[in-house]
């Protein structure tokens, strides 16, 4: 399997894209700006959309992608989320308002997108690759993701908080190759952090001691304007093999 990041960033601007990855060619993982990096073709071969959560960052570039190679598929574009996220997408986004309901063009039968509910803990295997759903704490429901080739695993924690729960999942993951875990702000900002049930350094280092293997630890969904001093932060109260900051056009093969 091979993981390609096509935006990490907290927010925008000139590079910066937010939450993308593509995994092989045809599942995203999260489909935030980054998905706006694709050519068309690449963004045709894309079959499988599985989100994280509701919110705008992560799901900007669905209405996007639809519209502009739904006509063309041979198939439904499957978006995989837990039911509140879905409910989110047909109330807020896909709701003949906002944007036109694909889920039902150009008829019920035969639409340009479909959606597929997933739980808390539930597998999804495609081709011989393994997608399981891991529990985020966020201020909306939410989930991280487990990616399992066979051969190596990545975990991503997608937006989240303090969570026992998410590192408990991770701890058990006999093949973790890498970890993708958020930090949105800089201790700074720490009130901000909270309410908003991201993660800042201070919070971060308190949850890697509750992680129990050796492996890349890779930080993603810094603010724009922050990342240095968020780096810089976290390498201050790191020994050992310190986290690095995940980047746009990053690969990870597993």
């Given amino acids: 399997m091979k993981l390609r990041i096509l935006g990490c960033s907290g927010g925008i601007g000139g590079a910066l894209h937010t939450t993308s990855f593509l995994l092989d060619n045809d599942v995203l993982i999260d489909a935030g700006t980054g998905v706006g990096s694709l ?21 900007s570039s669905i209405p996007f992608l639809v519209d502009s190679v739904g006509y063309l598929r041979k198939l439904p574009l499957t978006i995989h989320a837990i039911p509140e996220t879905i409910d989110a997408l047909k109330k807020h986004i896909f709701n003949d308002v906002i944007w036109p309901d694909f889920s039902l063009i150009p008829s019920a039968g ?25 529990p ?5 429901p939410a989930v991280g993701y487990h990616l399992d080739s066979g051969q190596g695993s990545i975990a ?7 969570n026992d729960a998410f590192w408990d999942a991770v701890n058990r993951i006999s093949n973790l190759k890498h970890l993708i ?10 009130e901000i952090a909270k309410l908003s049930k991201h993660l800042c350094p201070s919070m971060l280092l308190e949850e890697l001691k509750k992680f129990r293997k050796n492996i890349p630890v890779h930080i993603t969904h810094l603010k724009p304007g922050e990342m240095s001093v968020i780096m810089q932060e976290i390498e201050q109260g ?17």
């Fill in 110 to 134: 035969n639409p340009y997108m479909r959606y597929q509910q997933i739980e808390i803990g539930e597998t999804r295997e495609l081709d011989g690759r393994k997608i399981t759903t891991i």
């Fill in 156 to 162: 991503f924690s997608g937006d989240t908080t303090t």
């Fill in 181 to 190: 875990v958020e930090t949105a702000f800089s201790n700074s900002e720490l």
């Fill in 39 to 59: 050519s068309f073709s690449e963004m045709l071969e894309i079959d499988h959309v599985f989100l994280t959560h509701s919110h705008l960052d992560h799901i």
């Fill in 238 to 254: 790191t020994a050992g093999e310190r986290p690095r900051m995940l980047t746009n056009g990053q690969v990870f093969e597993f």
């Fill in 136 to 140: 985020a704490n966020h201020t909306v």
